[in-house]
């Protein structure tokens, strides 16, 4: 996986940081911090990828339009029009960037 515009803002801003005068940091810290975030940064991308690859393997499993229902039902209970639209789009979007989707 590339990096992230997550990962390269820290990176970009660890730079700018280090060369600011101003900066009473000691870069020994500042590292450390830019370090542990990069590493948050690259398990949170691990998680997301993760919980990705479990959503459509249920996908697979149960079938798209058992969740369009339930989706749907719930949605109804919790969301307006407009928030139900943009959750069935978001899903659909993902759904056709799933590589899963290239065998269908």
Known sequence: MGESNLQNFVMKEAERQLQT?????????????????????????????????????????????????WRQEHGSEVLNTHQQALVEQADKMSLERSPSNESR
């Open 21 to 69: 005068p101003e900066v009473e940091i000691e870069s020994e810290k500042l590292q450390s911090f830019y370090s542990d975030a990069l590493a948050s940064i690259k398990k949170m991308n691990g998680e997301v990828a993760k919980c990705e690859q479990q959503r459509r393997q249920l996908h697979t499993e149960l079938g798209d339009e058992h969740f369009a229902v």
